[in-house]
């Protein structure tokens, strides 16, 4: 009875504490931070390269989000308690900063594999056309080699369509048809699982 008791005050404490950090929502330029932006930059390189040798290897990419918030929280975490043990103040570590850190991780290595760099945007060269044979069926002889200023024309219209198709398939999907999204909705738990005070432990 005295377990039950103990767990119930318990988990009525996180509920008044996660009241609470709702009220202190800090504004999204507190949100969007130079730490944030660093460990978003070094995560998205690390799962670039991975996604970029699975989609080579396998043609398979799993999904990441899960994952890249469990890192983002682990970097940051780290992060902050290293500089507050060496005396020097810093803002707290928000579930709203983590979910920045890890959308963008995401974004970094989406980019990777949605812009077809393990499939066709590096086969468009003269060499893979040779090489696929030049007299075999259905390869013709309309290639496009590697450059830095069509690729990144070309990845930057790729991303914002995307975009802008997401808007209206979010109100049609979740909101009209309430839908759930399983990779958002694991992903939005772990971040508040981990930013509770028994979630710092669970982390580790």
């Given at each position: 009875m005295e377990e039950i008791e103990r767990v119930e005050r318990e988990d009525l404490e996180e509920v008044a504490e996660e009241a609470e950090d709702v009220k202190r929502i800090a504004p999204w330029t507190k949100q969007i931070t130079i730490?944030?932006?660093?460990?978003?930059?070094?995560?998205?390189?690390?799962?670039?390269?991975?996604?970029?040798?699975?989609?080579?290897?396998?043609?398979?990419?799993p999904n990441l989000n899960v994952s890249a918030a469990l890192l983002a929280f682990v970097f940051l975490r780290t992060w902050t308690k290293v500089l507050s043990k060496a005396g020097i103040a810093t803002n707290p570590f928000t579930r709203q900063e983590n979910?920045?850190?890890?959308?963008?991780?995401?974004?970094?290595?989406?980019?990777?594999?949605?812009?077809?760099?393990?499939?066709?945007?590096?086969g468009l060269n003269r060499r893979t056309?040779?090489?696929?044979?030049?007299?075999?069926?259905?390869?013709?002889?309309?290639?496009?080699?590697p450059g830095f200023g069509w690729m990144t024309g070309?990845?930057?219209?790729?991303?914002?369509?995307?975009?802008?198709?997401?808007?209206?398939?979010?109100?049609?999907?979740?909101?009209?048809?309430?839908?759930?999204?399983?990779?958002?909705?694991?992903?939005?738990?772990?971040?508040?699982?981990?930013?509770?005070?028994?979630?710092?432990?669970t982390a580790k």
């Open positions: 730490r944030g932006i660093v460990a978003s930059i070094v995560i998205g390189i690390i799962y670039s390269v991975i996604v970029m040798k699975l989609n080579l290897t396998t043609g398979l990419v979910t920045i850190v890890q959308t963008c991780a995401v974004a970094c290595y989406s980019i990777a594999v949605g812009g077809g760099f393990g499939s066709y945007l590096l056309y040779e090489q696929a044979g030049v007299d075999t069926e259905g390869n013709t002889a309309s290639t496009k080699e070309f990845l930057f219209v790729s991303c914002f369509v995307g975009l802008l198709a997401l808007v209206p398939l979010r109100k049609i999907m979740i909101i009209d048809y309430k839908l759930s999204y399983p990779s958002g909705t694991a992903t939005a738990v772990l971040i508040n699982g981990f930013h509770t005070p028994k979630g710092h432990k």
